[in-house]
């Protein structure tokens, strides 16, 4: 088997991320990029990606500057069509390798976390066994779901959101940036509503966002501020890269602190394990590397003592993957479950994921488990 084909198709919904002040559910992604590999058998592999999508296209379709060179600023794709897809891990080098001087972070390493997802769909279809066997275990069938969603902007309007997602079932619900960190004060009454709506038996998760720039002593009190109402724990209170802060604050804190989202490779993850000494690392699939990077940050994770619950807010696809990698691990606690409703996000997947007891079912079909709806694909197709 050989591929023959990479491809970028860019999705936009008619949608917008919610308004800061909304009370109302976000919308979810606006623009993501749909990453398509083909290959001579007639088996493709997908991903998604939220990125900047034509950025991402252009490294995907960049030529092959360095024939018979040194590979170190191609294309992607040149550096993949013709190879067997069933060589995930070299491809990932031979990626991350041939696009060093333009790639590493950002757009590049994110469209090869999408190709290296869509190769391990094409395995996982070639073999018609599931990701998680391939990675290795099925620990469990099943995964406990956290509701994620953006902060609303008044106490009552938490209330509001928190009892309709443990109305759904959820058991746990995660708030994220929006209005937090305008006013300290309002902060506190916000958490705090959301607490008392879920009552003691649930799980309340706050994602502070980093664009609000705080320094470490800062964030360590703004952690303070609210663990009176134990949240399960603190996402992002620093900027992604101030390793050191992240050493400080999660040793002077009790709450567990969750970073992650934005780093990327096992190189980065060493950086967040030993320098952050966070408690919860949260690899994005589509941002850290793919599968082939995920494994590692795992092994990693289990090295150091350290839960791993990966971020995915973004499609059903992505929810998919995150579900393997959850299967895969040995101390799952979370799938992150993105509620937004609009199209990309609820659509991508002809058969979405639900909630069952607070549960979302790891998908047991060949690959990812998931199928694409080339109808929402047509339907919201801009290049
Ligand atoms: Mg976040």
């Given at each position: 088997m050989k591929i023959t084909d990479v491809e970028l198709i860019i999705l936009k919904s008619p949608g917008l991320y919610n308004a800061p002040d909304s009370a109302e559910e976000p919308q979810g992604a606006t623009f993501l990029g749909l990453v398509k590999v083909s290959t001579d058998a007639g088996i493709t592999g997908y991903s998604d990606i939220e990125t900047a999508p034509s950025v991402a296209?252009?490294?995907?379709?960049?030529?092959?500057?360095?024939?018979g060179g040194l590979e170190a600023f191609?294309?992607?794709?040149?550096?993949?069509?013709?190879?067997?897809?069933?060589?995930?891990?070299?491809?990932?080098?031979?990626?991350?390798?041939?696009?060093?001087?333009?790639?590493?972070?950002?757009?590049?390493?994110?469209?090869?976390?999408?190709?290296?997802?869509?190769?391990?769909?094409?395995?996982?279809?070639?073999?018609?066994?599931?990701?998680?066997?391939?990675?290795?275990?099925?620990?469990?069938?099943?995964?406990?779901?956290y509701a994620s969603t953006l902060f609303r902007g008044a106490p009552e309007a938490m209330r509001q959101a928190t009892r309709i997602y443990l109305d759904q079932g959820f058991t746990a619900v995660k708030f994220g940036w929006g209005v937090f960190g305008r006013n300290p004060d309002q902060d506190v009454r916000l958490v705090e509503a959301a607490r008392e709506?879920?009552?003691?038996?649930?799980?309340?998760?706050?994602?502070?966002?980093?664009?609000?720039?705080?320094t470490p002593k800062q964030a360590i009190s703004v952690v303070r501020s609210i663990e009176p109402f134990r949240p399960y724990f603190i996402e992002e209170i620093l900027h992604p890269e101030d390793?050191?802060?992240?050493?400080?604050?999660?040793?002077?804190?009790?709450?567990?602190?969750?970073c992650g989202e934005q780093e990327a490779t096992e190189w980065g993850f060493r950086q967040l394990i030993d320098r952050g000494k966070v408690d919860i690392l949260q690899p994005d699939l589509t941002r850290c590397g793919g599968f082939t990077s995920a494994r590692k940050i795992v092994h990693m994770a289990e090295l150091a003592n350290r839960l791993v619950i990966?971020?995915?807010?973004?499609?059903?696809?992505?929810?998919?993957a995150s579900l393997h990698l959850n299967a895969f691990q040995r101390r799952a606690v979370f799938v992150e479950f993105n509620t937004s409703q609009g199209p990309l996000s609820r659509s991508l997947v002809k058969e979405p994921l639900r909630i069952e007891d607070g549960y979302v079912a790891v998908p047991q079909g060949p690959g990812l488990g998931v199928e694409v709806s080339e109808e929402t694909i047509e339907k919201y197709r801009i290049g």
């Open positions: 296209k252009a490294a995907i379709d960049a030529p092959r500057w360095a024939e191609d294309g992607l794709a040149s550096l993949i069509v013709g190879q067997n897809p069933l060589e995930m891990e070299r491809l990932w080098y031979k990626m991350y390798r041939g696009s060093i001087y333009y790639g590493r972070r950002g757009a590049a390493i994110q469209a090869i976390s999408a190709i290296d997802i869509a190769l391990w769909d094409i395995a996982g279809k070639f073999y018609r066994q599931p990701i998680h066997i391939l990675l290795g275990a099925a620990w469990r069938d099943k995964v406990r779901a709506e879920m009552g003691d038996q649930n799980d309340l998760m706050v994602d502070t966002g980093w664009f609000i720039e705080r390793y050191d802060g992240y050493g400080k604050v999660a040793e002077s804190v009790e709450t567990a602190i969750a990966p971020h995915s807010w973004c499609s059903d696809l992505l929810t998919a």
